[in-house]
């Protein structure tokens, strides 16, 4: 299992997608998959902080959030503030892991049921063992 490391940058892909966590360069707000290309849009420094995780990336210096009240469907984009977020290993692969909003069921899941189309959103939904709900981080 890959220990998540606080202070480290991180690769992360969409297990079912196989497309990486993407800051939009089409907008700089929108986190979507997109084909890995290993550009500073698709690199995230993970940090724990207080009771939770960060991720900030290298691209615009932006933090991973979301737009809209916390619910299914509620898409992730690039804010200002950081957002804390909670990292468990998903418990049928713990070399894989789930990012959740605290104290909420609802975490990072690649929209269309794990849609590898590039640009496809990244959004919140309940959790279910679907594996576009899933993610690999690779350290840098």
């Known amino acids: 299992m890959v ?9 992360i892909s969409n297990v ?12 700089n707000r929108s986190i979507i998959g997109y084909g890995f290309h290993g550009g500073p849009n698709q690199k995230w ?4 902080l207080n009771s939770g995780w960060t991720f900030r990336s290298l691209g ?16 992730l984009v690039a804010t200002q503030e950081p957002t804390e977020w909670d990292i468990w290993p998903d418990e049928q692969d713990n070399s894989k892991y789930r990012v959740f909003l605290p104290n909420t069921p609802l975490n990072w899941d690649l929209a269309d049921h794990g849609n590898s189309a590039p640009g496809t959103l990244v959004t919140l939904w309940g959790k279910w063992e679907g594996k576009n709900q899933t993610w690999d981080f690779k350290s840098k």
Do not use: A, K, N, W
Not at 16 to 27: A, E, F, M, R
Not at 45 to 48: A, G, K, N, T
Not at 60 to 75: K, R, V
């Open 3 to 11: 220990q998540i490391q606080s202070g480290q940058v991180y690769d």
């Open 60 to 75: 615009s210096g932006s933090y991973i959030g979301i737009q809209g009240p916390p619910q299914d469907g509620t898409p």
């Open 45 to 48: 420094f993970v940090e724990r």
């Open 16 to 27: 079912l997608g196989g497309t990486s966590l993407d800051l939009s360069g089409g907008d």
